[in-house]
């Protein structure tokens, strides 16, 4: 039965042959440092910290990259291990000395993965070494060959990684960039073609774009890939995923807005032409090696488009339709100039967009300790998933190693590592992680101990290593987390009857030992913020979206010349993203109740995440007092603002309390939604004309993406503020079945 699973998984899964390179070569190194430490050197102490080097940097660390990427990234983190053991042999002359030191490093290498997802990746490996140098006995004067065989293990296993049949490697977040970037720009040149040319091509270009956009949400990457780092290059690449969603929306815009018949030698046509070319060139240069983007082909689309602007009193009034068009593609416009520019910043150079993007990307210019330093401010706040994880780990090992210092087990640090196995972000995972681990050591500790009990001779051990690694690396990983567990409990027994003579009560000590570890994994997962991120992000995204509709009033106020610059309300909008995308990423990845239907979260979010980059191009194009002294613009703007507050706030408490309706239609097209703006036209020069479609269309879109999340009935004062009376009955067609989330 075993071997036909087997079998059946080597044929269907993917990345079965991955699996087995990885182990093949992990067995290698293993085998090669475990014999020439223990047999070669003749030291059980080598041997020991060899061997479970390479488990934690080749079995528990995830790292990222291509091969050459891992191996600098272990032989780097050298110099971290080398301090974990070496405080960790330090304090293991008192058990509290231990725990205390274990809650301390716990908390920091886990916390110290919101400044860099790299270091999620070793976070395990990491306390792993802490973890093994801590417990007795105390012998500070072996510091020397724990030392060597731990550098020993990693450097052999860093160069394995690139000369042992490497990994393939995944798609990065560059590439996904790189792609979605294509995607768009075909979205783009097909969208002007419909606009000039009823034999416009459409091919799915917009659902393959909309396909590679969402496969830049940061949630749908591994946390070792995801581009969540505190550094100018990472923000770069959060950037250019931001401005390339503005780009996708404004085009699925003038794509609904498409005249019902074609006009040839449109501007706004010309000008997707070049805002197509620029993004495809642009996600080019995400390559390594590849030359800057040239913006001078888009800055002078941008400057015919906004000289080909509707002129004159008379002529403003009647052209809506162009007006609207035109206002859509000048914002795509510089959406697209952004990605751009965030392209150069993600590969390393300093922005030179002028101060029109000083805001923007000043965290370019900004020291690598600032940025740092602001992420993990950011982090440490009372509702941020990630420090829950780190303090719920952190006292789950602290109590764990206390338990086995107080109990005085042999080995102890296996009650750690089964706390380190089971415990989860939530408590449902870790109910979950609590069977296979458990059943998988009893079953293992069975096998294990009627084999030592027939046979007591370290030579068999000794044969049969090799046998018992490729089994725990690579039949265990394929078969699944019970298997894995059994395997490596053979794997260790089959290590320790060559350590030790303990016989057939070694098996019996690591079965008691992992269930006392599970325990308190238990009651850590249950005591200590049991459901999770899902609490977190519900709290974390009301707070957003408040935060948000407080920055469009303070937006539309600016305008209007009322209020100051609304930098500090952006900037807040900017502060709480941070914690919604850290509880988003911890969401995905946790298991919730299969007989509830979970929250839309991907459009409930995208509502905030439109306002940031969409104030700040809105403003770059429309900058503060542009509309003051025109009290009935300021009037319209200002009823619309206080109602997508307001909106915003409604959804916020919806959110907080589990009321969010399933995704709603979005409102009508662009002219409708101008039509009530348009007995402004006629009585204002063409520049403020301009600024007023600009804000009402910035607006309108905003209203657009709350609709997606609302209801009919809490819909119907945000058509009333954004939408003409003659349509709003169209754009209200909801429904009448309401889906809780």
């Given at each position: 039965?075993?071997?036909?699973?087997?079998?059946?998984?080597?044929?269907?899964?993917p990345d079965?042959?991955?699996?087995?390179?990885?182990?093949?070569?992990?067995t290698?190194?293993?085998?090669?440092v475990f014999?020439a430490c223990?047999y070669?050197?003749?030291s059980?102490?080598?041997?020991?910290?060899?061997?479970?080097?390479?488990?934690?940097?080749?079995?528990?660390?995830?790292?990222?990259?291509?091969?050459?990427?891992?191996a600098?990234?272990?032989?780097?983190?050298?110099?971290?291990?080398?301090?974990?053991?070496?405080a960790?042999?330090?304090?293991?002359?008192?058990?509290?000395?231990?725990?205390?030191?274990?809650?301390?490093v716990?908390?920091?290498?886990?916390?110290?993965g919101v400044?860099?997802?790299?270091?999620?990746?070793?976070?395990?490996?990491?306390?792993?070494?802490?973890?093994?140098?801590s417990?007795?006995p105390?012998q500070?004067?072996t510091?020397?060959?724990r030392?060597?065989g731990?550098?020993f293990?990693?450097?052999?296993?860093?160069?394995?990684?690139v000369?042992?049949?490497?990994?393939?490697?995944?798609?990065s977040?560059?590439q996904?960039?790189?792609?979605?970037?294509?995607?768009?720009?075909a979205f783009?040149?097909d969208?002007?073609g419909?606009?000039?040319d009823?034999?416009?091509?459409?091919?799915?270009?917009?659902?393959r774009a909309?396909?590679a956009?969402?496969?830049?949400?940061l949630?749908?990457?591994?946390?070792?890939?995801?581009?969540?780092a505190?550094?100018?290059?990472?923000?770069?690449?959060?950037?250019?995923?931001?401005?390339?969603?503005?780009?996708?929306?404004?085009?699925?815009?003038?794509?609904?807005d498409?005249?019902a018949?074609p006009?040839?030698?449109?501007?706004?046509?010309?000008?997707?032409?070049?805002?197509?070319?620029?993004?495809?060139?642009?996600?080019?240069?995400?390559?390594?090696?590849?030359?800057?983007?040239?913006?001078g082909?888009?800055?002078?689309a941008?400057?015919?488009?906004?000289?080909?602007?509707?002129?004159?009193?008379?002529r403003v009034a009647?052209d809506?339709?162009?007006?609207?068009?035109?206002?859509?593609?000048l914002?795509?416009?510089?959406s697209a100039?952004?990605?751009a520019?965030?392209?150069?910043?993600?590969?390393?150079?300093r922005?030179?967009?002028?101060?029109?993007?000083?805001?923007l990307?000043?965290?370019a210019?900004?020291?690598?300790?600032?940025l740092?330093?602001?992420?993990?401010?950011?982090?440490?706040?009372?509702?941020?998933?990630?420090?829950?994880?780190s303090?719920?780990?952190?006292?789950?090992?602290?109590?764990?190693?206390?338990?086995?210092?107080?109990?005085?087990?042999?080995?102890g640090?296996?009650?750690?590592?089964?706390?380190l196995?089971?415990?989860?972000?939530?408590?449902?995972?870790?109910?979950v992680?609590?069977?296979p681990?458990?059943?998988?050591?009893?079953?293992?500790?069975?096998?294990?101990?009627?084999?030592?009990?027939?046979?007591n001779?370290p030579?068999v051990?000794?044969?049969?290593?090799?046998?018992?690694?490729?089994?725990?690396?690579?039949?265990g990983?394929?078969l699944?987390p019970?298997w894995?567990?059994?395997?490596?409990t053979?794997?260790l027994?089959?290590?320790?009857?060559?350590?030790s003579s303990?016989?057939?009560?070694?098996?019996?000590?690591?079965?008691?030992d992992?269930?006392?570890g599970a325990?308190?994994?238990?009651?850590?997962?249950?005591a200590?913020?049991p459901?999770g991120a899902?609490r977190d992000l519900r709290?974390?995204?009301?707070?957003?979206?408040?935060?948000?509709?407080n920055a469009?009033?303070r937006?539309?106020?600016?305008?209007?010349?009322?209020?100051?610059?609304?930098?500090?309300a952006?900037?807040?909008?900017?502060?709480?993203?941070?914690?919604?995308?850290?509880?988003?990423?911890?969401?995905r990845?946790?298991?919730?109740?299969?007989?509830?239907?979970p929250?839309?979260?991907?459009?409930?979010?995208?509502a905030?995440?439109?306002?940031?980059?969409?104030?700040?191009?809105?403003?770059?194009?429309?900058?503060?007092?542009c509309?003051a002294?025109?009290?009935?613009?300021?009037?319209?703007?200002?009823?619309?603002?206080?109602?997508?507050h307001?909106?915003y706030?409604?959804?916020a408490?919806?959110?907080?309390h589990d009321r969010?309706?399933?995704?709603?239609?979005?409102?009508?097209?662009c002219v409708?939604?101008?039509?009530?703006?348009?007995p402004l036209?006629?009585?204002a020069?063409?520049a403020?004309?301009?600024?007023?479609v600009?804000?009402?269309r910035?607006?309108?879109?905003?209203?657009?993406?709350?609709?997606?999340?609302?209801?009919?009935?809490?819909?119907?004062?945000?058509?009333?503020a954004?939408s003409?009376?003659?349509?709003?009955?169209?754009r209200?067609?909801?429904?009448?079945?309401?889906?809780?989330?």
């Amino acid at each position: 039965m075993v071997g036909t699973s087997l079998l059946d998984r080597l044929r269907h899964r993917p990345d079965s042959r991955a699996v087995l390179g990885r182990a093949a070569r992990l067995t290698l190194v293993a085998s090669v440092v475990f014999y020439a430490c223990r047999y070669g050197a003749g030291s059980p102490v080598l041997a020991t910290y060899g061997l479970f080097g390479v488990i934690a940097a080749g079995s528990f660390a995830r790292l990222p990259g291509p091969a050459s990427q891992r191996a600098r990234i272990l032989l780097l983190s050298l110099p971290v291990v080398w301090a974990l053991i070496v405080a960790g042999s330090l304090l293991a002359w008192s058990t509290w000395a231990a725990a205390g030191g274990m809650l301390v490093v716990g908390f920091v290498v886990a916390f110290a993965g919101v400044g860099n997802p790299r270091l999620v990746g070793l976070a395990s490996a990491f306390q792993l070494f802490y973890i093994l140098a801590s417990f007795p006995p105390y012998q500070p004067d072996t510091l020397p060959q724990r030392l060597g065989g731990v550098t020993f293990a990693v450097v052999l296993l860093a160069v394995a990684e690139v000369l042992l049949w490497p990994d393939p490697v995944p798609v990065s977040y560059r590439q996904r960039l790189s792609r979605a970037a294509d995607a768009v720009a075909a979205f783009l040149d097909d969208t002007a073609g419909t606009l000039t040319d009823s034999s416009g091509a459409r091919d799915g270009s917009r659902e393959r774009a909309y396909d590679a956009v969402a496969a830049l949400d940061l949630a749908r990457n591994p946390p070792e890939w995801a581009p969540t780092a505190a550094g100018a290059q990472d923000r770069g690449l959060r950037t250019c995923a931001a401005a390339l969603r503005e780009v996708l929306a404004e085009a699925e815009r003038l794509a609904a807005d498409a005249p019902a018949e074609p006009i040839p030698d449109l501007e706004a046509a010309r000008l997707l032409h070049a805002c197509a070319a620029t993004t495809r060139a642009a996600g080019r240069d995400l390559a390594p090696g590849a030359p800057p983007v040239d913006l001078g082909d888009l800055d002078a689309a941008i400057g015919r488009a906004e000289t080909a602007y509707p002129g004159g009193a008379g002529r403003v009034a009647a052209d809506v339709a162009r007006l609207c068009r035109d206002a859509t593609a000048l914002a795509l416009a510089d959406s697209a100039r952004v990605f751009a520019v965030g392209t150069r910043v993600a590969v390393g150079a300093r922005p030179d967009g002028g101060d029109a993007y000083a805001g923007l990307f000043e965290y370019a210019h900004r020291r690598p300790w600032t940025l740092y330093r602001r992420q993990f401010l950011a982090h440490l706040a009372p509702r941020s998933a990630h420090l829950h994880s780190s303090l719920r780990l952190a006292v789950a090992l602290a109590v764990a190693r206390v338990a086995a210092g107080v109990l005085n087990l042999t080995h102890g640090f296996w009650v750690l590592l089964a706390t380190l196995t089971v415990l989860r972000t939530s408590a449902v995972d870790t109910r979950v992680a609590l069977r296979p681990a458990v059943l998988g050591t009893v079953v293992g500790a069975v096998v294990s101990g009627l084999v030592m009990f027939a046979v007591n001779d370290p030579v068999v051990y000794a044969v049969v290593l090799p046998i018992a690694l490729i089994l725990a690396f690579g039949a265990g990983g394929l078969l699944g987390p019970l298997w894995q567990q059994a395997l490596f409990t053979v794997l260790l027994t089959v290590v320790f009857a060559q350590l030790s003579s303990e016989g057939w009560r070694l098996a019996e000590t690591r079965l008691v030992d992992v269930l006392l570890g599970a325990v308190i994994g238990v009651l850590a997962g249950v005591a200590l913020w049991p459901r999770g991120a899902s609490r977190d992000l519900r709290r974390n995204a009301a707070g957003y979206l408040r935060a948000s509709g407080n920055a469009v009033e303070r937006t539309v106020e600016a305008v209007l010349g009322s209020a100051a610059h609304p930098g500090p309300a952006i900037d807040e909008v900017r502060r709480r993203m941070i914690l919604v995308d850290s509880s988003y990423c911890q969401f995905r990845s946790e298991r919730h109740d299969p007989g509830r239907q979970p929250v839309s979260w991907d459009i409930v979010l995208s509502a905030g995440h439109h306002v940031v980059p969409g104030a700040e191009s809105l403003l770059r194009r429309n900058p503060p007092g542009c509309l003051a002294g025109w009290p009935e613009a300021a009037a319209l703007l200002r009823d619309t603002a206080r109602h997508l507050h307001s909106a915003y706030g409604d959804l916020a408490g919806a959110v907080a309390h589990d009321r969010v309706a399933a995704p709603m239609p979005a409102p009508g097209d662009c002219v409708d939604e101008l039509n009530r703006v348009r007995p402004l036209l006629g009585a204002a020069d063409p520049a403020s004309v301009r600024h007023l479609v600009e804000v009402d269309r910035w607006l309108a879109g905003l209203a657009a993406s709350l609709a997606r999340t609302r209801p009919r009935e809490h819909l119907r004062r945000i058509a009333r503020a954004v939408s003409a009376p003659q349509a709003a009955s169209r754009r209200l067609a909801m429904p009448d079945r309401r889906l809780r989330a």
